[in-house]
């Protein structure tokens, strides 16, 4: 894809067990932005290797000419009861300060539309920081639209699977 405003290309494709090095680091960057800091500094990478190794989730990377890979995306895939069909949850998407403003965020958010389309789901849902406003001016010219519910998390003690 190319950007319209930067004239950039972006490349977008699905990671494979050869990119869990390169996805982990932008994990990484993801988890730091929400300061979130991982307990073991490795889960990260073994988190998205077993995500991709059972193909439980969709891991997405975008690439830049010149810069590399700056940017990922990662899709679960879920069921909505209320529709009665499969719906996607985009649990994440980052890019890396170096990549911003590069058109990268928004190529991997319609790569996951795109490829939600050809699989016939419902709807992508997401989520994002109340304050997060630049990725939600870009969700929002895209097409999602905030809805009036709330989300509740009870936490459990950090339990892992």
Do not use: C
Request: aromatic residues 10%.
């Amino acid at each position: 894809m190319t950007d319209i405003e930067t004239g950039r290309t972006v490349e977008v494709r699905e990671a494979g067990g050869a990119d869990v090095e390169t996805a982990a680091e932008l994990f990484r960057g993801y988890l730091d932005f929400y300061e979130v800091p991982p307990e073991d500094p490795d889960g990260p990478r073994a988190f998205l290797a077993e995500r991709i190794a059972k193909g439980e989730s969709l891991v997405l990377l975008a690439d830049v000419p010149g810069a590399g890979t700056v940017g990922f995306a990662q899709v679960y895939r879920a069921f909505s009861s209320l529709t009665l069909s499969t719906a996607w949850i985009l649990n994440d998407l980052y890019v890396a300060p170096s990549g911003r403003r590069t058109g990268a965020g928004r190529a991997l958010l319609r790569e996951v539309l795109r490829r939600a389309r050809a699989e016939g789901v419902a709807g992508v849902q997401l989520e994002t920081a109340y304050d997060n406003r630049t990725a939600q001016g870009l969700y929002e010219s895209e097409g999602f639209v905030r809805e009036e519910f709330h989300v509740y998390f009870h936490d459990l003690g950090g339990a892992t699977g």
